[in-house]
């Protein structure tokens, strides 16, 4: 007889014969089940916010019931008061104006810094990126009184030039990291024909990482959407955005949570678009290029 | 001359960002050392009047602020310690190569980027002792009513469950992203020299995705000592729930005693300088 020693697969989850089917469909429980735990929160996000009164403070909890839509309309289109509809329009505004701007800049940051070596280039690398780690609550008090004294409270100028500073260190620290990995010949071949340094950044290297752009863009702007500490102390009414708008509810008395978590829902949705599309590059952005 | 036009190039790429940065960093470290130095109220009665030290002396006597940093330390070190253990099992469990298993990963991400504030909301109402789902479910389960927010360390408990459920999911997709950046030739060269499937994960595997786990750690731990929204949305800082942050902010903007919390945010900021110099040291300056 022919001993027939075929060596298995070279896997790193090996294991022995007929355990190996009911070792996948162990780990796969588990997969689930952490899934589960992941999304529940959001599945009872969603659904309150289609309940009405009723079923939201009912116990049990119901779990079957008609879902209604006028929370939404409640919380985005109400008559008098200020209905949410105007925090999103200012999230919005704050968001896309600190991304630009932030990407813009810190673009140019890290260009600076990844292709030209001067004394120190390091230590403000470092520092740009320790700016970064600067915990909010303890920076907001003295930024509080400068923002007072430059009259700029309760403005939305005032949260675009915190959130594109806070954003700059971010986007710097990523795409140097891009622009490292970009092939010096190209960039001398501009310069022989002629190109000067500020053009061959817009013309040749930035378009060059335009992925890295883009995907480093979507992070910022998650920062300056979510962003809800400066947000609070900053404005008082006319600039304020979502996250304050549902900062109200905390020690409210009277507890709305239908509105409030109709406009969870929506000032959840975009974020979620943007975590579904960036998966790949999360790892990358949120270790500052440590893991990829 | 082509020097020059150099350094102009140099000035116009850097220069607005480190303008930016030493007008919302560097001059607001400075002004809040000043503040701490000061009675300075919110309510602008007057102008400040110099303290000296008078701040830090009241600091290291207030039993609020020494627990706040005790009840600060205990929620970083729960919630990243049970984030890395759950998030490493996890990582190694997400890569086996069972159909599916990229999706569900995929779906598992999606608390990740979420606003933390919504995630407080949504808690707050899981917790909520007279019709939340979680105290529902541990009713249902014969637990009884679980006061869950408002019993002294169970709150705190509550707060680390909400930071876990968010941020588990990212330790998880980097420890994973480690995993596969290991190459094959390892666990060959290890399979050569005859190691066991044991010996390979601590001499192969451990050691070669300890630096990422170390990266996500510190990350981690820097963040969550940061984090206020959570405690604002379900606690406010009661039962036993008062960290840092929280105990700066209601001195700076409800007590309104501004030169008090800058004397905290201070100390603070020196903490998180710590842990940012441990990070910084382990990123990686690639020269081109």
């Known amino acids: ?292 | 001359m082509q020097r020059t036009a150099l350094r102009a190039t140099l000035a116009v790429l850097i220069g607005p960002s480190l303008l930016l940065l030493t007008a919302l960093n560097v001059a607001p470290f400075f002004l809040g050392v000043y503040m701490s130095l000061y009675y300075w109220s919110l309510a602008n009665l007057g102008p400040p009047r110099f303290l000296g030290l008078l701040n830090y002396e009241y600091l290291f006597a207030d039993y609020r602020f020494i627990d706040s940093i005790k009840v600060s330390l205990l929620f970083v070190v729960l919630s990243v310690a049970t984030e890395l253990v759950l998030g490493t099992t996890l990582a190694f469990v997400f890569s086996s190569r069972a159909r599916g298993m990229a999706s569900l990963r995929r779906i598992s991400l999606l608390p990740v980027m979420v606003m933390p504030l919504v995630a407080g909301l949504v808690w707050f109402y899981l917790f909520n002792p007279t019709y939340g789902t979680v105290t529902w479910l541990c009713y249902a389960v014969g637990l009884g009513r679980i006061p869950f927010l408002t019993k002294d360390w169970l709150a705190l408990l509550c707060l680390v469950i909400a930071d876990v459920w968010q941020w588990t999911p990212l330790v998880m997709v980097v420890v994973f992203a480690a995993l596969q950046s290991i190459p094959e030739y390892c666990y060959e060269a290890g399979k050569m020299d005859g190691l066991s499937q044991r010996q390979m994960l601590w001499r192969i595997t451990l050691p070669l995705i300890r630096p990422a786990i170390v990266v996500i750690m510190i990350l981690r731990a820097i963040d969550s000592f940061r984090n206020i929204e959570l405690v604002y949305m379900m606690t406010r800082g009661g039962s036993g729930t008062e960290t840092l942050p929280w105990y700066i902010y209601s001195t700076a903007f409800i007590d309104g005693n501004l030169g008090s919390a800058a004397a905290m945010a201070v100390v603070m900021v020196l903490f998180v300088t710590v842990l940012t110099q441990f990070l910084v040291g382990r990123l990686r300056y690639r020269q081109a």
């Open chain 1, 1 to 292: 007889m022919r001993e027939a020693t075929i060596p298995p697969p070279a896997s790193r989850h090996r294991s022995v014969g007929h355990w190996r089917p009911l070792r996948t469909g162990g780990l796969l429980a588990v997969a689930v089940a952490f899934v589960g735990w992941c999304v529940f929160p959001f599945y009872i996000m969603i659904t309150t916010a289609l309940k009405t009164d009723p079923q939201i403070f009912a116990w049990p909890p119901v779990w079957l019931f008609h879902p209604v839509l006028r929370n939404m309309q409640n919380a985005f289109f109400v008559v008098g008061g200020r209905s949410a509809l105007f925090f999103l329009m200012n999230s919005i505004i704050v968001t896309a104006v600190s991304t630009i701007l932030a990407v813009l800049l810190g673009s140019m940051t890290a260009y600076g810094l990844a292709r030209f070596h001067f004394p120190g280039d390091r230590n403000i690398a470092f520092f740009i990126l320790s700016t970064r780690f600067a915990p909010p609550v303890a920076f907001v008090i003295p930024t509080y009184v400068l923002v007072e004294r430059v009259g700029l409270l309760d403005t939305r100028l005032a949260l675009i030039i915190v959130y594109t500073a806070a954003n700059v260190s971010f986007v710097t620290w990523i795409l140097r990291g891009f622009f490292v990995d970009i092939p010096k010949e190209i960039e001398e071949a501009a310069l022989v024909d002629g190109y000067r340094h500020i053009e061959i950044f817009w013309r040749v290297a930035l378009p060059l990482i335009k992925p890295g752009v883009i995907t480093t863009g979507i992070l910022c702007a998650v920062f300056s959407w979510n962003e809800f500490l400066y947000a609070m102390i900053l404005t008082q009414s006319r600039a304020s955005t979502l996250p304050v708008y549902l900062s109200q509810f905390s020690g409210s008395t009277t507890l709305v949570w239908d509105q409030y978590m109709a406009v969870g829902v929506i000032a959840v949705l975009p974020v979620l678009l943007a975590a579904w599309w960036l998966e790949k590059h999360l790892v990358r952005g949120m270790t500052f290029g440590a893991v990829r």
